[in-house]
């Protein structure tokens, strides 16, 4: 079955620096990903999306990379701040369809 | 404000009781999508309409959910007979355009207990 790994632990990095999420998946070929943010109690937010003939994309301070080889996208947020401090999804669509698989999101911590 | 809003917020129940959930979606949306999350867990998706058509359904949602979207605008979720794993934050999502350049803009949620 269709299956999304994101790091189930709590990643905490120092304000500053470059927070890196990764995004795996198996027995699925998704023509695009998609990032949300989500913060406790809300919705997730949508960042930021990339198909599946792209290698990378950026915007701001954002910036993800799609390898279909790998079955792998990572997600980069540099200079971090505390205020992007939230937990982050990726989301995987398919050709021929408008539903998304999200994986199960990734924690982060920014520390002042 | 003209994004997603769900009603009601926050709803507690007991078990073997019928819910029902509203979700209007930003006006010139013509898909709508329903997830569940649980805590810890991404949102799984339930179904997803265009305009009134009904077009996917989870197949781990039972028969005891139903949702609909009469007039193509606002859609509801109607749960039958609660069970305590129904306990979850169902969250709505509106979208447009073609699929691959498709942004859903989420809702902020009900958050349904079961006791």
């Known amino acids: 079955s269709q299956k999304i790994e994101q790091n189930s632990e709590a990643l905490n990095i120092q304000e500053g620096k470059t927070a890196t999420l990764t995004c795996n998946y198996t027995?699925?070929?998704?023509?695009?990903l998609q990032w949300y943010r989500q913060d406790p109690g809300r919705g997730p937010v949508f960042l930021l999306l990339?198909?599946?003939?792209?290698k990378e994309k950026r915007k701001e301070r954002l910036k993800v990379t799609f390898d279909t080889t790998l079955k792998q996208s990572l997600f980069h947020i540099t200079a971090s701040q505390p205020a992007d401090s939230a937990t982050y999804l990726c989301?995987?669509?398919?050709?021929?369809?408008?539903?998304?698989?999200f994986g199960t999101g990734t924690r982060l911590k920014v520390l002042a | 404000d003209t994004g997603v809003s769900q009603n009601p917020r926050h709803k507690i129940t007991k078990r073997g009781q019928n819910v029902t959930f509203r979700c209007d979606p930003i006006?010139?949306?013509?898909?709508l999508y329903w997830y569940r999350q649980t805590l810890g867990q991404g949102p799984e998706f339930l179904t997803y309409?265009?305009?009134?058509?009904?077009?996917?359904k989870s197949r781990l949602l039972s028969d005891r959910f139903s949702a609909e979207r009469p007039k193509g605008s606002f859609s509801t979720l109607e749960i039958q007979r609660t069970e305590q794993g129904d306990s979850a934050m169902y969250l709505c999502?509106?979208?447009?355009?073609?699929?691959?350049?498709?942004?859903?803009?989420f809702g902020p949620g009900t958050r349904l207990l079961v006791l």
């Open positions: 990339i198909r599946e003939n792209e």
């Open positions: 989301a995987l669509g398919g050709s021929g369809t408008y539903k998304y698989i």
């Open positions: 309409f265009q305009n009134e058509a009904q077009l996917e």
């Open positions: 999502a509106s979208s447009s355009g073609w699929a691959a350049q498709e942004t859903q803009y």
């Open positions: 006006s010139e949306h013509n898909r």
């Open positions: 027995n699925y070929s998704p023509a695009y």
